[in-house]
């Protein structure tokens, strides 16, 4: 009679517990992804500095100069489009690129921003009373000197 009254006790127990595992379970990895991303703009700031400060020859000109904003722009992206994870759907990536001048010794600013959208933790979160924004911004910074 007792093991009797114990039968269904284990899928209840599993009905109980299981919300709570899976907003852990998809909070660890939606929280890993935005620290991928952390991590992947901030080399992309890197790469698009490292690639500002270098002068390069011009043979049609005989001529040495630094890569334009444009050209730094198209690196972080290129680096940032290949490695984002945005689970959330499109997010934004700015590029911001400040010039102290284009001699050695200047100093080249690139600073990267993204938007993370959330894709599981918001909606879980939402039906607590919107405990997590519906997305973040991350942001990246790199100084370099001219060479």
Same mark, same amino acid.
């Given at each position: 009679?007792?093991?009797?009254?114990?039968?269904?006790? #284990?899928?209840?127990?599993?009905?109980?517990?299981? =919300?709570?595992?899976?907003?852990?379970?998809?909070?660890?990895?939606?929280?890993?992804?935005?620290?991928?991303?952390?991590?992947?703009?901030?080399?992309?700031?890197?790469?698009?500095?490292?690639?500002?400060?270098?002068?390069?020859?011009?043979?049609?000109?005989?001529?040495?100069?630094?890569?334009?904003?444009? @050209?730094?722009?198209?690196?972080?992206?290129?680096?940032?489009?290949?490695?984002?994870?945005?689970?959330?759907? #499109?997010?934004?990536?700015?590029?911001?690129?400040?010039?102290? @001048?284009?001699?050695?010794?200047?100093?080249?600013?690139?600073?990267?921003?993204?938007?993370?959208?959330?894709?599981?933790?918001? =909606?879980?979160?939402?039906?607590?009373?919107?405990?997590?924004?519906?997305?973040?911004?991350?942001?990246?910074?790199?100084?370099?000197?001219?060479?």
């Amino acid at each position: 009679m007792n093991s009797r009254k114990q039968r269904g006790v #284990a899928a209840v127990e599993f009905a109980i517990v299981a =919300p709570l595992l899976f907003v852990l379970l998809f909070g660890i990895i939606e929280f890993s992804v935005v620290l991928f991303d952390q991590a992947t703009i901030t080399n992309a700031s890197r790469e698009g500095a490292r690639a500002g400060i270098v002068y390069r020859f011009d043979v049609n000109t005989d001529q040495v100069t630094p890569l334009d904003n444009a @050209g730094i722009e198209t690196i972080v992206n290129n680096y940032a489009g290949g490695y984002l994870k945005s689970l959330g759907g #499109a997010s934004s990536l700015t590029t911001i690129i400040i010039r102290e @001048g284009t001699n050695a010794g200047d100093d080249l600013t690139v600073t990267v921003n993204y938007t993370y959208t959330f894709l599981v933790l918001r =909606p879980l979160m939402g039906l607590l009373g919107g405990i997590l924004p519906d997305a973040i911004n991350l942001s990246a910074t790199s100084v370099m000197r001219m060479e």
